[in-house]
Nanobody, 123 residues
Framework: VQLVELGGGLMEAGASLSLSCAAS????????MGWFRQAPGKDREFVAG????????YFEDSVKGRDTISRDNDKNMVYLQMNNLKPEDTAVYYC?????????????????WGQGTQVTVSS
């Protein structure tokens, strides 16, 4: 399975941005999916995860209430809607897939990763 993230860019604080993750080479319908991010000089961190049927979602505390994760298994797509962006959201955002049906908070449990898309939020 190959994953490609789309939708990054330069945004102002307070704006909204939607990221997409397009999967190819296989179906992600049986995979838990997640979004991670890595800011310059920092470790990669979990942002959001979603179970294989989309019934379970979970978020890192700093984005809880601002971000939404969703998926469309028919289209082989995963989405991250980010609202009220803050400068601390600046990072490269990665889409990832895991064979754990409910997804995971832990990057080492993910089997597939995209190349990442840059999100920059100016104050």
């Amino acid at each position: 399975v190959q994953l490609v993230e789309l939708g990054g860019g330069l945004m102002e604080a307070g704006a909204s941005l939607s990221l997409s993750c397009a999967a190819s080479g296989g179906s992600i319908s049986m995979y838990g999916m997640g979004w991670f991010r890595q800011a310059p000089g920092k470790d990669r961190e979990f942002v959001a995860g979603i179970g294989w049927r989309g019934e379970k979602t979970y978020f890192e505390d700093s984005v809880k209430g601002r971000d939404t994760i969703s998926r469309d298994n028919d289209k082989n797509m995963v989405y991250l809607q980010m609202n009220n962006l803050k400068p601390e959201d600046t990072a490269v955002y990665y889409c990832a897939g895991t064979r754990k049906y409910i997804g995971s908070y832990y990057g080492y449990e993910y089997d597939y990763w995209g190349q990442g898309t840059q999100v920059t939020v100016s104050s």
